[in-house]
């Protein structure tokens, strides 16, 4: 009886783990790393992210002051700033010749974009876009009056920059006919609606035709449109509305622009 005892007790100690309590240590170590795994990933997106803004800010200040010293023209390259981006290959878009001139540079962090340009000098998380389809003002009340209000089909915002004077250069989907086009008061006063323009169009924003100039124009009331003839349109993609003067106040402000029926990038 002993002897049976011992080798019963001996057989147990033996014992090794069933197929359940297999199953159940393989799925908790798999959580475990899944979550670890997760984990790890996002602190090193946020190093990277990191990484790519404190590339981009010294980037951003080393390209304004190439400018300051360049007569205002933009590097055209970034090896013109000095800077070594390591095998990070960064995206640069520069226009010397448009108006305004632009940049913009980008770099990937993992898998996100960001970038710096001339309107965003402290880095974004967003890539850069082509300057043929940038909506772009000379100034903007960010963020409720930016320029992209002006386009929004909505006359109860607007866009406002704090001068008496203000442009703006946009895009149309494809390359339009524009018979007409028509501006929109805003609220407030009225010595903040425009009073003289041109309006422009192009083929590829560095050489700008005009299409219509007015003088003296008046506005009978908020959320008013006027409503303007082009005879001699052409077709164009890119357009420009350059308000030389207002009616008085120290800022300028519209509700909305069209053009002819046209869709407008709005970005």
């Known amino acids: 009886m002993w002897s049976s005892l011992k080798a019963s007790s001996k057989k147990d100690s033996h014992r090794g783990f069933t197929i359940v309590e297999l199953l159940i240590v393989i799925v908790v170590i798999g959580v475990l790393a899944a979550i670890t795994v997760v984990a790890y990933n996002g602190i090193q997106q946020r190093a990277r992210a990191s990484q790519a803004s404190s590339i981009l800010s010294q980037a951003a200040r080393k390209i304004m002051s190439y400018a300051i010293l360049n007569q205002e023209q933009y590097p055209a390259t970034v090896a013109d700033i000095g800077m070594n981006f390591g095998s990070t290959s960064p995206v640069y878009i520069v226009s010397n010749t448009s108006n305004p001139k632009s940049y913009c540079l980008e770099l990937l962090a993992g898998s996100e974009a960001y970038s710096v340009s001339n309107t965003n000098t402290a880095p974004v998380k967003s890539a850069c876009l082509s ?3 940038t909506t772009t003002a000379s100034g903007e009340n960010l963020p409720s009056e930016g320029i992209a209000k002006l386009f929004d089909g909505q006359t109860s915002t607007k866009w406002l920059t ?3 004077t203000g442009w703006t250069i946009f895009s149309t989907t494809t390359p339009v006919t524009a018979a007409s086009y028509s501006l929109t008061s805003a609220n407030d006063v009225e010595t903040r609606d ?3 323009w041109t309006l422009y169009g192009s083929q590829n924003r560095v050489t700008w035709t005009p299409l219509n100039t007015q003088t003296d124009q008046v506005f009978s009331g908020r959320f008013i449109t006027n409503t303007y003839s082009i005879t ?7 357009y420009k509305l350059d308000v030389t003067a207002n009616s008085g106040d120290v800022s300028l402000q519209l509700a909305e622009f069209a053009l002819g029926g046209a869709t407008i990038v709005n970005q």
């Open 131 to 133: 300057p043929e389809t």
């Open 162 to 164: 704090f001068s008496q």
């Open 194 to 196: 425009p009073k003289n």
């Open 232 to 238: 001699s349109p052409g077709n164009y993609q890119h």
